[in-house]
């Protein structure tokens, strides 16, 4: 009997709940509104607004989140200096990593390319002057 009179008074629906009262005047769950309760150190609960949370920058050509560059909300990426923006790279704080190095490659790729087709062209332009050489001998016979 006395344990059970135990749980009841340690059960936490016997409880008084503390009401909490705003700060601000938006009473809406919005985005812009997201608030988190926080116990204070005199034992008081009240409502701490929250910010809004980015979700960082991504690769232009992948979408990838990239790497090494903080997650920054809104003005506080003006205030902060080029350093903590960008990466030491090539395309540094715009594409991954894997977007630069195959675009690397697809130059590359392109110029050796345009090199056969070059070499292509020239080593036609000898077969057809050798068929019309070979040509003219026989009309010559």
């Not at 006395?2 to 705003?22: A, D, F, G």
């Not at 090494?68 to 030491?88: D, E, L």
């Not at 110029?111 to 057809?128: C, D, G, P, R």
């Amino acid at each position: 009997l006395s344990l059970t009179v135990l749980v009841l008074i340690r059960s936490p629906y016997r409880k008084m709940v503390q009401r909490l009262t705003l700060r601000r005047r938006n009473p809406y769950n919005t985005a812009s509104n997201k608030r988190k309760i926080v116990k204070t150190p005199g034992g008081k609960l009240v409502y701490h607004y929250l910010g809004k949370r980015s979700k960082g920058p991504h690769c232009g050509d992948t979408g990838v989140a990239l790497h090494g560059i903080p997650h920054f909300v809104r003005r506080a990426n003006s205030r902060v200096s080029r350093r903590q923006k960008t990466v030491s790279r090539a395309y540094g704080g715009v594409l991954c990593m894997k977007a630069v190095r195959d675009r690397i490659i697809r130059a590359f790729l392109v110029e050796e390319q345009k090199i056969v087709k070059s070499l292509m062209k020239i080593h036609a332009k000898k077969e057809k002057s050798l068929k019309k050489k070979e040509r003219r001998e026989a009309n010559r016979k």
